[in-house]
C-alpha cells in the first residue's frame, strides 16, 4: 500500500506562485509515475502534469509554459511549481502514484487546496 502525503496548497494572487509536494512511502519498488490531477467545483477531475522515474512528463495544455513538474527518485517525492497562476487554476490538487507501468493501479493523495484570487 502505497502513501500520498501532499502539501504546498494555499491562497495566492493572480500572478503569483506556489509549490506543491507530494512525498510517497510503502512502495517496495520504484514508482513508475508520479503526477497531478486537480478538481474543480462542479468539473471532472483532470491532468495537470506527470513524470515517470525516467524524467518523461506530460502536461495539461492549459498549464504548458507555466507549470513545472520534478521529482526526486530517491526520496519518492513529486512536485509542482506553479506560476503565473490565474483564477482558473483554482482547484484542488491530488497527487497521483501510478506504481507499475502495466498495471492500472493508482494511488492517491488527500487533496490540497490552491485558490487563486483575481
Known sequence: QVQLVESGGGLVQAGGSLRLSCA??????????MG????????????VASIT???DTNYADSVKGRFTISRDNGKNTVYLQMNSLKPEDTAVYYCNAKVNRFLDVNYWGQGTQVTVSS
Open 24 to 33: 510517497a512511502s510503502g512502495s517496495r519498488f520504484s514508482i513508475y509515475a
Open 36 to 47: 497531478w490531477y486537480r478538481q474543480a467545483p462542479g468539473k471532472q477531475r483532470e491532468l
Open 53 to 55: 522515474n525516467g524524467g
